[in-house]
Every structure is written in C-alpha cells, then in structure tokens.
C-alpha cells in the first residue's frame, strides 16, 4: 500500500515554510535596527594604534 501526501498538504508545507523563512527574515531586519538605533549615538572607536605597524611589503614605515 503506496501513501502519496495530499496536495493540500503539500501545499501547507510549503506556505509554512515561506512564511516561517519570511517570520525569520523580519525578525532578523528588525533586531538590527533596533541594535543600530540603541548604539547610534556612540561615538566610534578611534582607528589608530600605539603599536608600530609595516607596510605592506614588510618594511616598517617611519
């Protein structure tokens, strides 16, 4: 005895998956939103280092 699924089961697969990847998406997008706007008033790191750094064919600059 062969079980072939219904279509509509297929078919409520397939929006449950959609719809959980699209659930997924926006609550990603919106926990970097909010993160963004909790830090946006700090001030950024500064870039430079104390530490003596080469070029990039090795040579220290000076």
Known sequence: MSHTPHESD???AYRGLILGAIAIAVLVVSIVKMT???????????TGSTAVQGSAN???DA
């Open 10 to 12: 297929r078919a409520a």
């Open 36 to 46: 963004e706007a909790k830090y946006a008033s700090e001030t950024p790191a500064k």
């Open 58 to 60: 090795g040579a220290l």
